[in-house]
């Protein structure tokens, strides 16, 4: 299913951070989104994430499948020792500006349940070919980490007034930069392309046109999403 022979790009981010490019990933693509058509009622939006859409698990051997392919190309680009655990999932942004709560105002990071000792990296795979659907933007926080730590609890437990009336951040998808992260990269979208990256860096859906969203995986921005917590080298 995968590219036996993949080409990765390694895009910088910042120091010491890189985004792993690979177009071309999968060798039938249209038969994901064809399966994302045929499973569209079973597209949820998950309570345990600030994903501002619908997901639909994608089954064990799919998944394992994944996996493998970022044990072969990308885990040691990573510095990930060990995989011990993963899923993925197909994914549909369809939330309007004006319905996302505080934490979909900001970029996020993947840090899923690890604990200490782990670390989580990710994908996501481009399944729409329509550019302005929006691909990925990176950020540096501008913070010390004990305040911008503080932002992202405040984002949770305060009410959207509450929070806006705390800190200039618009309401909204996130732009180029605010007062708390600076813009570092934007990955443009493409047919099939996947990329992979550390889920400690900031990171957001380069949503410019929310208009053109839809809950349709045939014209929607449908992506294909995977989480994978592994633990680092042992130090020499």
Same mark, same amino acid.
């Given at each position: 299913?995968?590219?036996?022979?993949?080409?990765?790009?390694?895009?910088?981010?910042?120091?010491?951070?890189?985004?792993?490019?690979? &177009?071309d990933?999968?060798?039938?693509?249209?038969?994901?989104?064809?399966?994302?058509?045929?499973?569209?009622?079973?597209?949820?939006?998950?309570g345990?994430?600030a994903?501002?859409?619908?997901e639909?698990?994608?089954?064990?051997?799919?998944?394992?499948?994944?996996?493998?392919?970022?044990?072969?190309?990308?885990?040691?680009?990573?510095?990930?020792?060990?995989?011990?655990?993963?899923?993925?999932?197909?994914?549909?942004v369809?939330?309007?500006?004006?319905?996302?709560t505080?934490p979909?105002?900001?970029?996020?990071?993947?840090?899923?349940?690890?604990?200490?000792?782990?670390?989580?990296?990710?994908?996501?795979l481009?399944?729409?070919?329509?550019?302005a659907?929006?691909?990925?933007?990176?950020?540096?926080?501008?913070?010390?980490?004990? &305040?911008?730590?503080?932002?992202l609890?405040?984002?949770?437990?305060?009410?959207?007034? &509450?929070?806006?009336?705390?800190?200039?951040?618009?309401?909204?998808?996130?732009?180029?930069?605010?007062?708390?992260?600076?813009?570092?990269?934007?990955?443009?979208?493409?047919?099939?392309?996947?990329?992979?990256?550390?889920?400690?860096v900031?990171?957001?859906?380069?949503?410019?046109?929310?208009?053109?969203?839809s809950?349709?995986?045939?014209?929607?921005?449908?992506?294909?999403?995977g989480?994978?917590?592994?633990?680092?080298?042992?130090?020499a």
């Amino acid at each position: 299913m995968f590219n036996p022979n993949p080409r990765v790009q390694v895009v910088p981010i910042g120091p010491g951070q890189a985004c792993y490019v690979i &177009d071309d990933a999968l060798l039938e693509p249209d038969r994901l989104v064809a399966v994302a058509i045929e499973q569209r009622a079973r597209f949820v939006e998950a309570g345990h994430n600030a994903y501002p859409g619908l997901e639909l698990r994608m089954p064990d051997a799919f998944s394992a499948a994944l996996d493998q392919f970022f044990r072969l190309r990308v885990r040691d680009l990573l510095g990930v020792r060990r995989v011990q655990r993963m899923y993925s999932r197909l994914s549909l942004v369809t939330r309007p500006p004006q319905a996302l709560t505080p934490p979909q105002w900001l970029p996020h990071r993947d840090r899923m349940q690890k604990v200490p000792g782990e670390c989580v990296s990710a994908c996501v795979l481009y399944l729409f070919h329509d550019p302005a659907l929006g691909g990925t933007r990176f950020y540096r926080p501008r913070q010390p980490e004990r &305040d911008t730590a503080r932002l992202l609890y405040d984002s949770v437990v305060l009410s959207p007034a &509450d929070f806006a009336a705390r800190y200039p951040v618009a309401a909204g998808y996130m732009g180029e930069s605010n007062a708390f992260f600076e813009h570092a990269l934007t990955i443009e979208p493409k047919w099939n392309r996947l990329i992979f990256y550390d889920g400690d860096v900031f990171h957001s859906g380069d949503i410019r046109a929310p208009e053109r969203l839809s809950d349709d995986p045939a014209v929607g921005r449908l992506t294909l999403n995977g989480f994978f917590t592994g633990t680092r080298p042992i130090p020499a």
